[in-house]
């Protein structure tokens, strides 16, 4: 495949990449070293990585970074189906590229690589994915595809999102928010615990949130 859509599909890739090599990244580390970063400061590497590569690839990409975001920005058709399949392929192997990469620099797979796997009920667990995504993408279409936004803003305020959902549901599932991030270091440590919920818990939550924008938006007067 050549031609922009390859472009564009390199750049949700490398996006992907480095979000779960520095977000996972910062979970393996955190293990290894007793607990350094804490909750606060995986939030900060998994929000501040999100900011950093919205402000990247987004004139290039458009920064989904997130199959649930493709998804969901397909079903309110703000982007061609024909297109989703490669974004999300170059999504989830950029994951599990970097998934791998950790493996490599972190024998014996510590902390699971950060894989995601539930702490509380499944029915908590998926009700956390699904809001917290919700909130994630409703954050999304606003900064991102909503004209009357604040020029600028869009990488601070996904990142935020993202830096608010680690904090908040981190300690339940793990706030992935994110299928391909989920599936990164599933298949890189085979931890397949619950994964069912993050596979359908973010898609359901990211559609929730644009639709949900698209009503606020449209009731303006």
Known sequence: MTGPLARRSLAEGIGAFALVFVGCGAIVIDQERGGSLGETGIAAAFGLVI??????????SGAHLNPAVTAAFVATRRFHAGEAGVYVGAQVAGAVAAAFLLDALWPGEPADLGATVPSVGVAAALGYEIVLTAFLMFVIVAVATDSRAVAGVAGVAIGGAVAMGSLVGGG?????????????????SGTWTDIWIYLVGPPLGALVGA?????????RG
């Open 51 to 60: 900011m950093a590569m919205v402000y990247a690839t987004g004139h290039v």
């Open 172 to 188: 339940a599932t793990g706030a992935s928010l994110n299928p391909a991030r989920t599936l990164g270091p599933a298949i890189a």
């Open 211 to 219: 639709l949900a924008y698209a009503s606020v938006a449209s009731a």
